[in-house]
């Protein structure tokens, strides 16, 4: 059986939806659905169980032997979170006790780990595994450390030769947008949040820039497909061989307009974009730039290309948002 924690969160349930489709292992997913939209993003899968994250441990007790690989993309991932203590139990301690139990129960571990390790960015964004690569890296909020803390801690182990599990992969995901994501509100992707606005004929409103080298609107992310992602994940499954720690991003750096354009263009119209200050709370750590190297994945076989941005949103708009039901 495979297990995926946050499996019915955003970038879990596509996963679990493209294992469906491969077929063959039994699906558990390990979540809390609560009284929201959440358990929508799963409505569509068989599963051979729901577990919580509490009941975890018990469960996994049980079935020694049974779980070929855990993958773990559960965490509090939202930057906005000020309780610490709550972050490093979900964000760090539960990924350690993962990596301890598939290391003495010989399964794979691939864990979510995030860009936001990266901090401000002005470091780069090579995905260096060194102890003294990682030791550089400041990362800006408390999700951010948490990650950057398990990556760290791997990292440690493996110069120990401490215990590790058969095959072990952690990414960094960058700014992956697509279906299943109208449970984060807020914390949703821009493109989600933009489609209502366009929806109604209105213009959406981008940050204004306060950097000397960026436009208004000219702001540069690495927007990532959640399709692509996905596809890293099952190819990493097919290859056991590989391990380490990954970006997993498009490789390219693309601004909020074109991000806004590409959602307008979706819907067959012609872009409509505002400015608004950003608030002065976030503007001396605000990430003017972000762009996954993508060698490292490269350089260990994988043979994928990422989706353009463009194609991505139009995907995301016509085939999900534009529908009576955007769950896949």
């Known amino acids: 059986m495979i297990i995926v924690t946050g499996g019915a969160g955003f970038i879990g349930s596509n996963l679990l939806a493209a294992l469906e489709d491969q077929g063959g292992s039994p699906l558990i997913l390990v979540d809390r659905l609560r009284d929201g939209v959440k358990w929508r993003n799963v409505a569509k899968r068989s599963l051979a169980d729901i577990i919580r994250p509490e009941d975890l441990p018990d469960f996994l007790e049980n079935h020694r032997g049974d779980v070929s690989a855990i993958l773990h993309m559960g965490a509090i991932s939202a930057t906005t979170e000020t309780d610490v203590d709550k972050i490093v139990a979900n964000n760090f301690r539960l990924s350690m006790d993962l990596w301890t139990w598939c290391s003495r129960n010989r399964a794979r571990f691939i864990y979510a780990s995030s860009a936001a390790t990266y901090g401000d960015g002005s470091g780069g964004f090579d995905d260096d595994f060194s102890a003294g690569g990682l030791a550089k890296l400041r990362p800006l909020n408390a999700y ?179 529908k009576d039901d955007p769950f896949r």
């Not at 948490?146 to 990292?155: A, G, I, M, P, T």
Request: charged share 20%; aromatic share 12%; hydrophobic share 40%.
């Open 144 to 322: 951010g450390w948490s990650k950057h803390l398990f990556d760290r801690r791997v990292r440690a182990i493996l110069d120990a030769d401490g215990p590790q599990p058969p095959q072990w992969a952690g990414l960094k995901f960058f700014n992956v947008y697509g279906p299943n994501e109208v449970h984060k509100g807020p914390q949703s992707s821009v493109v989600n949040q933009i489609h209502p606005v366009a929806k109604r004929g209105e213009a959406f409103s981008l940050f204004k820039s306060h950097h000397p080298d960026y436009a208004d609107g000219g702001q540069l992310r690495d927007f990532v497909w959640v399709g692509d992602v996905v596809d890293v994940i099952l190819w990493l499954l097919d290859a056991p061989d590989v391990s380490g720690l990954f970006n997993l991003g498009s490789g390219r750096a693309r601004s909020f307009a074109d991000l806004a354009s590409a959602v307008y263009g979706a819907l067959g119209m012609e872009p409509m974009i505002a400015y608004r200050e950003m608030p002065e709370a976030i503007r001396d750590k605000y990430q003017y730039f972000t762009q996954a190297n993508m060698a490292k994945l490269r350089a260990a076989g994988y043979p994928g290309q990422s989706t353009p941005l463009e194609e991505g949103v139009r995907r995301y708009v016509q085939d999900y948002l534009e």
